[in-house]
C-alpha cells in the first residue's frame, strides 16, 4: 500500500530561541510594540475579557486577541519565562521552582504571590493571540496559536515555596525571533520601572534610533486606561523621565508645538544591548 505524502514528509524541526546574556530577556517587535500587554495600574480590579481584540499595533503589523486583559506584571512573567526556555530544545517543557521565580519577579513570597503567578500563567495559556508582521524585503511571518502551550504544577509536604512548575512554549513562536523580527531588554532596568515606563522601555528597546512620535499614537498603542490624554501626556513626561535617569534614555522631551515625542537612545545602552 502506498503512502500518503503527508507521511513520507519528514516533519519539519521547529527553530530554538536564540541565546542572549543572563542580564537580558528576549520579546518580539510585534510584541514590544504593541497594546498586546497594556499599562494599567496594578492597582485596577478586574480585568476585561476580549474575544477577537483589534490590538493596537504600529504599520506593518496586525494583531488580535482573544482572552483576559494583559497588564505589564503579565509581561514580565512571560518574558522570565521565554529567558528559562531559551536554555530548552524546541517545544520542550521548561522547569523550574517557584521560589527562584518570584525572586527574578521581585514578588513577596506569601500565598499570593503563588497564586498570583498560577493565575498568570493560565491567562498566557488561555490566550489566542493572531498577528502577521511584515519584515524587510517583503518578508512576511503570521503567528496564530497561546502565548504559552501549557503549564503545571506539583508540590510536596515542603509546601508552595518549592513547587515544582513545568511550562511549555509554543514551538512555532521561535520563528519570531529571527534577528530582525525581536530586541533584547535589559531585565534588570525593567524591574525598577512602574507599568507605563516599562512599556515604554519595551517600546524603545526594539528602535536603535527611534523617530519621532506624536503623543496620541503612544497613547494608542500601550493601551493606557486613562483617557484623559492631558493628564496622561504629563504621566508620559514623569515616565519618560524614569528612562533618563536609569540611563537608557539619554534625552528625552514631548515637544509643545507639534506635541511629538522625541527621545535619543543612550550610545552605551545601544552598544551593550
Known amino acids: 500500500m502506498s503512502k500518503s505524502i503527508l507521511e513520507l514528509t519528514p516533519a519539519p524541526i521547529p527553530p530554538s530561541l536564540p541565546i542572549w546574556p543572563n542580564s537580558q530577556r528576549g520579546l518580539p517587535n ?42 505589564q506584571d503579565d509581561e514580565d512573567v512571560y518574558l522570565q519565562t521565554l529567558h528559562l526556555a531559551r536554555l530548552e530544545g524546541p517545544g520542550n517543557e521548561v522547569p523550574f521552582i517557584a521560589h527562584s521565580m518570584l525572586n527574578e519577579l521581585g514578588w513577596t513570597m506569601n500565598s499570593k504571590s503563588y497564586e498570583r503567578l498560577s493565575d498568570t500563567l493560565y491567562r498566557l495559556t488561555a490566550a489566542t493571540v493572531s498577528f502577521t508582521v511584515s519584515g524587510p524585503g517583503g518578508m512576511r511571518e503570521s503567528y ?14 515542603d509546601g508552595p515555596a518549592l513547587r515544582y512548575w513545568r511550562v511549555a512554549i509554543e514551538p512555532t513562536l521561535a520563528t519570531l525571533f529571527d ?48 483617557r484623559d490624554l492631558k ?43
Open 30 to 71: 510585534a510584541i514590544a510594540r504593541s497594546a498586546l500587554f497594556n499599562t494599567a495600574s496594578l492597582r485596577k480590579g478586574e480585568r476585561d475579557r476580549y474575544w477577537q481584540r483589534e490590538v493596537p499595533t504600529p504599520q506593518g503589523t496586525r494583531m488580535t486577541y482573544t482572552g483576559e486583559e494583559l497588564r
Open 144 to 157: 496564530t496559536g497561546s502565548l504559552l502551550r501549557s503549564f503545571m504544577w506539583r508540590e510536596g509536604a
Open 179 to 226: 534577528p530582525a523580527y525581536y530586541s533584547r531588554i535589559v531585565w534588570d532596568a525593567r524591574m525598577e520601572l512602574p507599568p507605563l515606563a516599562k512599556w515604554l522601555h519595551s517600546y524603545y528597546s526594539t528602535h536603535t534610533s527611534p523617530h519621532p512620535i506624536r503623543v496620541a499614537t503612544l497613547h494608542k498603542l500601550c493601551s493606557s486606561d486613562t
Open 231 to 273: 493628564k496622561w501626556r504629563f504621566m508620559l513626561r514623569k515616565a519618560l523621565a524614569l528612562l533618563v535617569e536609569s540611563g537608557f534614555l539619554l534625552n528625552a522631551q514631548v515637544e509643545e508645538k507639534s506635541d511629538l515625542v522625541v527621545v535619543e537612545r543612550a550610545a552605551e545602552r545601544r552598544r551593550l544591548e
